[in-house]
Structure formats: structure tokens, C-alpha cells
């Protein structure tokens, strides 16, 4: 035998000889196969633990909702619908190697989900009352080869509206016939903007009603100009135009209606002109007001006069402006400037107001 066969054969019998150690030919176990919670037992028994659940939190199974042989989209985690649907969920695993061997579905709310199989990778709801419903969803999934079991659970909103729900504070119009979903995506939309119109009133001088014209994202592009997802229209200041599916793009639909609102009150009541120089505060006004935060930002972080002058869409420049501005004059101060855009540079209403100069506010 050879020297280098000597050292192999020598090397192989001291790592057996190690307490524990064994060679295995087999496949190798990946990272995302590897995090197994289950604490490890070096002491010998008869039979090996039983293996525990992984906690997974990335999405592990996908639930397709229909209703006469048509899917409904999902709208971001929320399904709208009408009152007296019926909907069949069908939950299915998205983990290649991973069965689906059982799915719970909890809910709080007037819909009950009902499991029509006997693992429970189908259910069925009746929606007979308007109202918002809270579904989770935990699915229990097995991989057969690794013996690695996952557990998930997912959060949805189930929103059913009848089809001739309106509210005082709001009326809805559509540019085209929009499809049944989008329809019930948009009557969603109704459950949460009365009290939104309420809550902003309490700042803001909006009009009591409000009108919501709907259309598809593309005639809002032609509307309301490229990359915008909703707007309100100087000539018809009290309208909002959105898309059917607002949320689905850059803003969640809250803070867009937030966002329009605020542009309304500007309009109605501020006597707001939407002019170049001003573009900066208005927009940072309706930044401001759809985070619903109003924090108070450091006055060092403010941004160059010459970025905010040429404003090319920087809305976080420009709400940063506006919550220094807050900080330090009050938000009635802001309010007075902008009332002062139809005639006034802002150069010219910052002196009205605060009686400092717009160079000097922010530190030039």
C-alpha cells in the first residue's frame, strides 16, 4: 500500500472512531431545508423525535377564489364581493416538493367559510350580509423525501357590499362599464372613505360630497398625465379620478384617497392654485396628510430651495418641507400660504405668513 492510501485509510478510521460520526451517501440537505427548530438529542434512543412543524415566513400556498366558474381577483390581501355570492376557496402549496395535507380556515365576521374537503384544501362561503369579514388561513404542508413539515398562516379581508350600497359623503360614477369584480372592488372602497372624509373634514375644508369617477389606468393616464395613478381635475375640482384598481400600484388605496381628498380641500376651500413654483407645497401638503402620522421632521433634513423650486416629483422632498414647515410655524400657518397661491409667489406668501424670507427658512 502506497504512502497517500496509508494517510486516506488511517484519516477514514479516526472519523469513524469519533463518537456520533457516520458516512451517508444522500442528497444534501439545502439551507431553506436546514432550519429546522427542533432542538437535537445526542443521547441514543429507540426511535428518532417525531420532526416538528417549521415556522415558514415567506408565502408557502396561494388561495384561488371563484364564483360561477370565474376566478375573483384579489385585491393586494382583500376579496371584494356582493351579498349573495357563494365563493369556493381552493388553497394549493407553491412549494415545489411540499403536499398540502391540511388547511384550517377561522373567520370573524358575518361570512362563515365551511371546508368542503376532508383536509380542508377547499371551503365554501355564502355571503348573505354586507359587512367586512376576517379570514385566516393556516395550511400544514409535508415534504416526503426530507420528512419536513411546514406550518403558515395568512390574514384576508372578505368584504361582501350589496349592489346598490351608497353613502352621503360620496357619489360614484364609471367612465365605461366596468366588470362585475371591479365593480365590487370599487363599492369595497365605500366601506372605508366616510369615515376618512369625516376624520379630514376635522383639518380640512372639504365640500360635503365628493365625487369618485372610476375608469381603467390607462384612460387615467391620459387624464391625469404619465405615471400618475389618480388626480383631481382643476375644472371640476370636487371629482377624483381613479382607476378601478387603485391600490395596485405605487400607493395603497387608503393613502391615495387620503392623498385626492386633501387635493379637493385645496381646491374648494384653500382657493389652492396648482402652479409650477407651487407644486412643491401642495403636493407635500397632500403627503403630509396621507401618511396620517404628521411627524415632526428635524428642520436640518430640509432640502434645497433648488430642488423644491424645479420639483420634478420628489414627493418626499417635498413633504419633508412641509412637516419642517408645520414644526416650526403650525399647520394654520400653512394653511394661510397656501390660501395666498392664487396671487402670491411663495416666495411672497412664506414672508406674508411667517415674516421670514423662503431662502432663510430653509437655510440657504
Same mark, same amino acid.
Given at each position: 500500500m502506497s504512502n497517500q492510501w496509508r494517510v486516506i485509510f488511517f484519516v477514514l478510521i479516526l472519523v469513524l472512531s469519533l463518537p456520533g460520526s457516520v458516512i451517508? *451517501?444522500?442528497p444534501v440537505t439545502t439551507a431553506q431545508h436546514a432550519t429546522d427548530p427542533t432542538s437535537s438529542n445526542t443521547t441514543e434512543t429507540s426511535e428518532p423525535p417525531d420532526p416538528q412543524p417549521i415556522q415558514q415566513s415567506s408565502t408557502s400556498f396561494d388561495i384561488t377564489p371563484t364564483a360561477d366558474n370565474e376566478t375573483i381577483p384579489w385585491r393586494q390581501d382583500r376579496l371584494p364581493v356582493f351579498v349573495g355570492d357563494t365563493v369556493r376557496f381552493q388553497a394549493e402549496s407553491t412549494l415545489d416538493g411540499y403536499e398540502l395535507v391540511n388547511v384550517s380556515w377561522k373567520t370573524s365576521g358575518p361570512a362563515n367559510v365551511t371546508p368542503t374537503t376532508e383536509n380542508g384544501s377547499t371551503a365554501l362561503t355564502q355571503f348573505e350580509t354586507h359587512g367586512k369579514t376576517t379570514l385566516q388561513v393556516t395550511t400544514t404542508l409535508h415534504n416526503e423525501l426530507f420528512d419536513r413539515t411546514i406550518e403558515q398562516s395568512s390574514t384576508y379581508t372578505l368584504i361582501a357590499t350589496s349592489d346598490n350600497f351608497a353613502v352621503d359623503e360620496f357619489s360614484v360614477s364609471f367612465e365605461? !362599464? !366596468? #366588470?362585475?369584480?371591479d365593480t365590487a372592488a370599487v363599492y369595497a372602497h365605500l366601506h372605508d372613505v366616510p369615515e376618512m372624509h369625516h376624520n379630514l373634514s376635522q383639518r380640512l375644508p372639504l365640500p360635503p360630497r365628493v365625487n369618485l369617477a372610476y375608469m381603467t389606468y390607462s384612460e387615467i393616464q391620459d387624464r391625469c398625465g404619465e405615471g400618475a395613478y389618480a388626480c383631481v381635475d382643476q375644472s371640476n375640482e370636487n371629482t377624483i379620478y381613479m382607476p378601478y384598481d387603485v391600490g395596485k400600484y405605487e400607493a395603497p388605496e387608503i393613502t391615495t384617497y387620503r392623498h385626492e381628498l386633501t387635493h %379637493? *380641500?385645496?381646491f374648494h376651500g384653500m382657493d389652492m392654485s396648482y402652479r409650477q413654483q407651487w407644486r412643491f =407645497? %401642495? &403636493?407635500g401638503h397632500a403627503e403630509y396628510e396621507q401618511s396620517n402620522q404628521f411627524n415632526r421632521r428635524p428642520l436640518d433634513e430640509k432640502p434645497s430651495p433648488q430642488e423644491l423650486r424645479a420639483f420634478q416629483g420628489d414627493?418626499? *422632498?417635498a413633504e419633508l418641507f412641509v412637516s419642517a414647515f408645520v414644526a416650526e410655524y403650525g399647520y394654520q400657518s400653512l394653511r394661510q400660504? =397656501? &390660501?395666498l #397661491?392664487?396671487?402670491s409667489s411663495v416666495d411672497q406668501a412664506i414672508q406674508k405668513v411667517t415674516n421670514e424670507s423662503f431662502n432663510s427658512f430653509v437655510r440657504v
Open positions: 451517508a *451517501a444522500g365605461d !362599464p !366596468p #366588470s362585475r369584480w %379637493v *380641500a385645496q =407645497i %401642495v &403636493e414627493y418626499h *422632498a400660504m =397656501i &390660501e #397661491s392664487r396671487d
